[in-house]
């Protein structure tokens, strides 16, 4: 039987493209942070998800147990296959563990010119596992910061940063403020555990300052959230929203997500990426 190409043409028009969202982070056994985490809101809100491994964490929803980081050049194989062969729309970082890493990092993310570079300082872990070493802080702040669209301190995270005590709306925007002289175009304080308005973040581009009203969901199923909020915010950049949008965008996500958080482990549980999709009833 002859085959005039018909099925090959039937096959071309099925097949789409999305904008492609690289997140270079570490690996959660649990699934609910980390790669793992990335990859599903990268999915839940549009493009595709791609990943690259720095670190393999023994964890789950109770603790963080232990932490293996990959060879330097195992990540850097990792990475320029990714740009050799994909069309990356945007960046998101998690975890980068060592001051040797994020070097490392940042130099490649320079020598690609990476679009849309969302930073999130992930420092330590919720049962209070140190997740970057104290000397890579500096790193951080040196070599990665000024190459960022958008770094997502929370507010922790944002005092180690900046050597500032952030507790009120006012002292998260001075410390955005502070951040922006470490060359990054916009910073967004998480505020999460803002004493005066839990659940509000602040957004500084260098020029406005902008407070994203919300609410704080009291639940245990928060395990991911600083990963889920920044790689929605990477996703949305990459599919071309202004980057006020874009945070918008994903802070609606990432509280549907919360508000839906699941019941699993024993622990900070994980928050329901895809919330969204009409389930069968258990």
């Given at each position: 039987m ?14 789409k ?118 000397d890579a ?18 507010i ?24 922006m002289?470490l ?53 949305h ?46």
């Amino acid at each position: 039987m002859k085959n005039d190409g018909s099925e090959r043409k039937t096959e071309q028009k099925t097949r789409k493209s999305l904008p492609q969202v690289l997140t270079i982070a570490g690996f959660d056994p649990g699934g609910g942070a980390g790669v793992q985490a990335d990859i599903k809101t990268i999915h839940a809100n549009g493009a595709y998800g791609l990943a690259v491994l720095t670190s393999v964490t023994a964890q789950n929803t109770v603790e963080v147990i232990n932490s293996f980081d990959l060879p330097l050049e195992s990540i850097e194989a990792q990475m320029r296959a990714i740009f050799d062969d994909f069309d990356v729309a945007a960046v998101k970082t998690g975890m980068l563990s060592s001051r040797e890493i994020v070097k490392r990092i940042s130099l490649l993310l320079r020598h690609l010119e990476v679009r849309n570079l969302v930073i999130d300082p992930v420092m330590i872990s919720k049962s209070g596992y140190p997740l970057l070493k104290p000397d890579a802080v500096q790193s951080i702040k040196s070599d990665l910061i000024p190459q960022a669209a958008l770094v997502t301190p929370n507010i922790h995270e944002a005092e180690a940063l900046t050597g500032m005590k952030v507790r009120t709306i006012t002292e998260a925007e001075e410390a955005a403020q502070q951040m922006m002289k470490l060359g990054c175009q916009a910073v967004l304080i998480k505020g999460g555990h803002l004493l005066e308005a839990p659940g509000s973040d602040v957004l500084y581009d260098g020029k406005n300052t902008t407070l994203l009203s919300g609410v704080f969901i009291k639940t245990s199923s928060t395990h991911g959230t600083g990963c889920t909020y920044a790689s929605a915010i990477a996703t949305h950049l990459a599919l071309g929203l202004p980057l006020i949008e874009a945070v918008r965008s994903a802070k609606n996500y990432v509280t549907g997500a919360i508000r839906h958080g699941l019941s699993i482990g024993h622990g900070h549980g994980p928050t329901d990426h895809f919330y969204f999709l009409n389930r069968p009833s258990p």
